[in-house]
């Protein structure tokens, strides 16, 4: 199997992909005061902030609509589940292998977390799956177009959005039918019609959308949605149904963000639970 690895470069300022969740997990401690949050940002993380420079300078409202059109379709061939993950798997980074965890390894850890604390089994195979559709970063995609916090495109960005002051220099920022408070949207249009930047998150989200309960599909869409769901940005732009799914995306976020850490998972031991969950809620093979 092919093996591609990821370097920091002008264009991928990540070392990997891990890097910005380990940003998010510091960003996200408990009991830090609002000045320690703001400091954690800009200083200590040089390539982070690097990172998030290009995001908000390259995800435009017509970035995220050509990517849609790219990706949507689903036309990159059928995979299993397992397919699908041992393909994330070929994504190695240059750090250290003894501490760091492989991409199959965040996913059962994830996934592993829910299940101890006898979280619902479709909650179990979302925890799984979450991440997949970093997969993306294979076919060719740069880090700043598949992980990093989301945001609406096509209205004004919130200051609640890590880094706002990035935006000045994305070219929709000149543009006055896009900053607007609503912008191209109607009040309380419901998020379904908001066109996110685009990354994992909307991708495995249409990947699963036939396969999983509405509460699993508002955590894998919106679960680097941060402005909304820890910060409480862009509530004019939501319908009564995404409030009443907010809380089942909060309820993702700290496996997500707190599950690193803990012991291995061993693979080979828990492949028949996973095997059995898989085949209750996926067909043997999926359309990516
Ligand atoms: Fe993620
Ligand atoms: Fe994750």
């Keep these: ?8 470069s002008s264009h991928n300022p990540l070392g990997d992909m891990d890097e910005w969740d380990e940003f998010l997990e510091g960003r996200y401690k408990e009991g830090k005061t609002e000045t320690e949050f703001r400091q954690y940002d800009a200083e200590a993380n040089p390539g982070v902030a690097e990172f998030y420079r290009l995001n908000h300078l390259h995800q435009t409202h017509e970035y995220v609509l050509g990517k849609e059109k790219e990706y949507f379709g689903l036309t990159r061939g059928e995979k299993s589940i397992w397919e699908a993950a041992e393909f994330l798997n070929t994504l190695v980074d240059d750090s250290d292998p003894d501490t760091d965890l492989t991409q199959m390894e965040h996913l059962l850890q994830t996934s592993e977390a829910m299940r101890a604390n006898n979280e619902p089994r479709w909650m179990v195979a979302t925890g799984f799956v979450h991440d997949l559709g970093k997969c993306l970063c294979l076919y060719g995609e740069p880090q700043w177009g598949v992980v990093g916090d989301t945001f609406p495109t096509g209205c004004a960005y919130s200051d609640q959005v890590v880094f706002p002051e990035y935006f000045k220099a994305n070219p929709d920022f000149n543009n006055p039918v896009f900053q607007t408070k609503y912008g191209i949207y109607e009040p309380n249009c419901g998020l379904d019609k908001v066109k996110m930047s685009f990354g994992h998150d909307g991708y495995i989200y249409e990947v699963m959308k036939n396969h999983l ?12 949605f941060y402005a909304w769901h820890r910060h409480g940005a862009y509530d004019h732009l939501c319908n009564e149904q995404d409030r009443a799914m907010l809380p089942s995306v909060l309820r993702f976020n700290p496996y997500d963000l707190y599950s690193k ?23 043997s093979k999926l359309a990516w």
């Design 261 to 283: 850490g803990n012991t291995k998972p061993n693979l080979a031991e828990l492949k028949p639970y996973y095997d059995d969950l898989f085949a209750e809620f996926f067909p």
């Design 1 to 8: 199997m092919s093996t591609a690895v990821a370097t920091p």
């Design 213 to 224: 309960p509405m509460e699993a599909l508002y955590m894998l869409r919106y679960h680097s």
